[in-house]
């Protein structure tokens, strides 16, 4: 399957009751639909979930609310995008050697999908790593990172800065840049771009 074909698919996905009639709860002008990732490898960074406004509302993946903003924050201070934002899906931001994706790809309530919901969604997950074969996977926070460690076959507790290896691809963990997560001080934003220093260093092996 090519991205495309993967892209079309994905986007008329329906095997979430919860999550399809969430989605479909917003105004008109929201995409409101199986949210498309972006970009390409050799660095694959997985999220939770869209945001109801962000990824939701302007139809690509870390667009458009405040986890976006300091997750680009934290890629343009690593030298991984052109800006240090991401608004829109025409906002002419570039990504470096960057694939942005998530492990759900419908907004949950909540933010939290349920793990019948991440269960069904990984197999787009797993689809997406056979078609990017990303080199370094930074999983952003815990639901991810149990994620990709099944596809990738991987073994190891989630912390920020965990590193595992298998067969030549790493998985790096760090902590989502959510609004709550920035506020409490569990992660800065330069803390993050030290993560994704690392990913591009080891992309690069
Ligand atoms: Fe399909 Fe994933 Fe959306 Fe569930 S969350 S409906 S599996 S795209």
């Not at 994905?10 to 917003?26: D, G, H, I, K, Q």
């Not at 992660?187 to 771009?193: G, N, R, W």
């Not at 993560?195 to 092996?205: G, H, Q, Y």
């Amino acid at each position: 399957m090519d991205f495309e074909d993967f892209l079309r698919k994905l986007t008329a996905c329906r095997a979430c009751p919860r999550l399809v009639e969430y989605r479909s709860s917003f105004p008109p002008g929201y995409w409101a639909k199986p949210v498309p990732p972006w970009g390409s490898g050799p660095i694959m960074v997985v999220g939770l979930a869209p945001a109801a406004h962000g990824g939701n509302r302007t139809g690509r993946m870390f667009t458009g609310d405040r986890s976006s903003q300091n997750l680009f924050k934290a890629l343009y201070e690593a030298g991984l995008a052109s800006r240090p934002y991401s608004i829109s899906r025409d906002d002419g931001v570039e990504l470096y050697g960057v694939y942005i994706t998530s492990a759900v790809k419908c907004a949950p309530p909540g933010n939290k999908p349920t793990a019948e919901e991440v269960k069904n969604c990984s197999r787009w997950l797993r689809e997406e790593v056979e078609i990017v074969k990303p080199r370094v996977v930074v999983a952003l926070g815990r639901v991810a990172w149990r994620a990709v460690s099944e596809i990738l076959g991987v073994r190891g507790e989630f912390r920020h800065g965990a590193v595992v290896e298998k067969d030549g691809v790493y998985l790096v963990g760090a902590y989502h840049p959510s609004p709550r997560n920035i506020n409490t001080g569990r992660i800065a934003v330069e803390e993050l771009a030290e993560v994704f220093k690392l990913a591009k260093k080891l992309a690069k092996e």
